[in-house]
């Protein structure tokens, strides 16, 4: 070391330390930039890496490196969450009741276009699902059940008449609920057995759209079905009815037979017991006429006075001059006597009674008698 260099000029060694924080100073830019970027992938590939299951589903596993589709039940990803490699992939499947409504335009058996509306109740079998999957996808309702379905739907209204199938509905139900459903063969040391890939619970009927003629005619069938039972009604009434005159008929008939020779005496005696009642009473002047033959007198009262007012007597009236020998008129007065004959005695006028009127003849229409000659 030459003796002529100053000693500040002299550079001393760093340490380990200082060489140490030198490194981390330069490389600061790169470890930020790449902490970034494995948050990003991290961020992007997150729905990728884990997967939340929720209720009532099941995920079949895709492993693109080892073999494809997951088809073991028991490697059926369940509930939860999961976690799995980014280049995997995850199929998600309901297995719950689903239900979905089909509307179909079928012929019956006499070429009538019917509308057939129908609903399809369903869920995917948990063991088959991995098949399922590998074999159909998750479309299988339009590419299984629907074709089935219709199938079936036309098989069934296909072979009845249109008027059978309002005759029959317990039937077409019971044939409609019986839906076949396509399923894998495999092969088994007893043969070769079928496992379906879904279970249709139910296959309910909604609606049926008849053509109009048709709906036209069974209208009036059901109404000429009623209108005979009303006049089948009507018939039983009338026969009742009838009945019921006859027996009315036959009480009136006894009646007048006990009855019939009873009546007349018992009229007779009642018009004797209300005549005796007029004659006890206490008013002035009553007429009685006669009834005829075998009829009760009727008493008549023409006068309203009081007992004990003397009547007033008629005015005189001149009678008509006889022709010839013709009788003598008699005197005025109402109780006037015929006039005596020539030589005789005058018989004295009998006295008026104020009480009792004088008795018709039971004839009125018979005339008086006419006095005697002179």
């Known amino acids: 070391m030459p003796n002529n260099v100053p000693l500040d000029e002299i550079e001393a060694k760093p340490t380990w330390r200082e060489r140490v924080v030198d490194w981390f100073v330069e490389v600061q830019t790169v470890t930020y930039t790449t902490v970034v970027l494995l948050l990003l992938v991290l961020a992007f590939l997150w729905p990728r890496i884990f997967i939340s299951m929720p209720s009532g589903h099941r995920g079949v596993l895709y492993r693109y490196f080892a073999g494809g589709t997951v088809v073991d039940p028991k490697k059926i990803l369940g509930e939860g969450l999961h976690v799995i490699a980014p280049w995997n992939r995850v199929t998600e499947y309901e297995i719950r009741l689903q239900q979905k409504t089909l509307k179909f335009d079928v012929?019956?058996?006499?070429?009538?276009?019917?509308?057939?509306?129908?609903?399809?109740?369903?869920?995917?079998?948990?063991?088959?699902?991995?098949?399922?999957?590998?074999?159909?996808?998750?479309?299988?309702?339009?590419?299984?059940?629907?074709?089935?379905?219709?199938?079936?739907?036309?098989?069934?209204?296909?072979?009845?008449?249109?008027?059978?199938?309002?005759?029959?509905?317990?039937?077409?139900?019971?044939?409609?609920?019986?839906?076949?459903?396509?399923?894998?063969?495999?092969?088994?040391?007893?043969?070769?057995?079928?496992?379906?890939?879904?279970?249709?619970?139910?296959?309910?009927?909604?609606?049926?759209?008849?053509?109009?003629?048709?709906?036209?005619?069974?209208?009036?069938?059901?109404?000429?079905?009623?209108?005979?039972?009303?006049?089948?009604?009507?018939?039983?009434?009338?026969?009742?009815?009838?009945?019921?005159?006859?027996?009315?008929?036959?009480?009136?008939?006894?009646?007048?037979?006990?009855?019939?020779?009873?009546?007349?005496?018992?009229l007779r005696w009642r018009g004797i017991d209300a005549t005796l009642e007029l004659a006890r009473s206490q008013n002035a002047k009553v007429i009685v006429l006669g009834g005829g033959q075998g009829g009760i007198p009727l008493m008549l009262n023409f006068v309203d006075d009081p007992i004990g007012t003397p009547a007033a007597a008629p005015p005189a009236q001149e009678a008509p001059a006889p022709k010839g020998n013709a009788a003598l008129a008699p005197r005025a007065g109402a109780n006037a006597a015929p006039a005596p004959r020539a030589g005789g005695n005058a018989a004295p006028a009998p006295a008026a009674n104020r009480d009792t009127a004088p008795v018709a003849n039971s004839d009125p229409t018979a005339a008086a008698p006419a006095p005697p000659g002179p």
């Open 107 to 266: 012929l019956s058996d006499e070429g009538l276009n019917l509308g057939v509306t129908v609903v399809v109740r369903y869920h995917p079998r948990q063991d088959m699902l991995g098949y399922l999957q590998r074999d159909i996808g998750p479309e299988y309702f339009d590419r299984l059940i629907k074709p089935d379905a219709e199938a079936h739907v036309r098989r069934t209204f296909g072979s009845r008449p249109a008027h059978e199938i309002y005759a029959s509905t317990r039937d077409l139900l019971q044939e409609l609920g019986q839906v076949p459903a396509l399923g894998r063969i495999e092969k088994t040391d007893d043969g070769e057995a079928a496992f379906p890939y879904i279970v249709i619970e139910e296959l309910k009927l909604v609606d049926i759209e008849l053509p109009q003629m048709v709906q036209d005619a069974i209208k009036d069938r059901y109404r000429q079905e009623q209108l005979m039972l009303e006049y089948k009604y009507k018939l039983e009434r009338e026969e009742k009815e009838a009945e019921r005159k006859r027996t009315e008929a036959a009480g009136i008939r006894d009646y007048n037979l006990i009855a019939g020779n009873v009546a007349p005496d018992l």
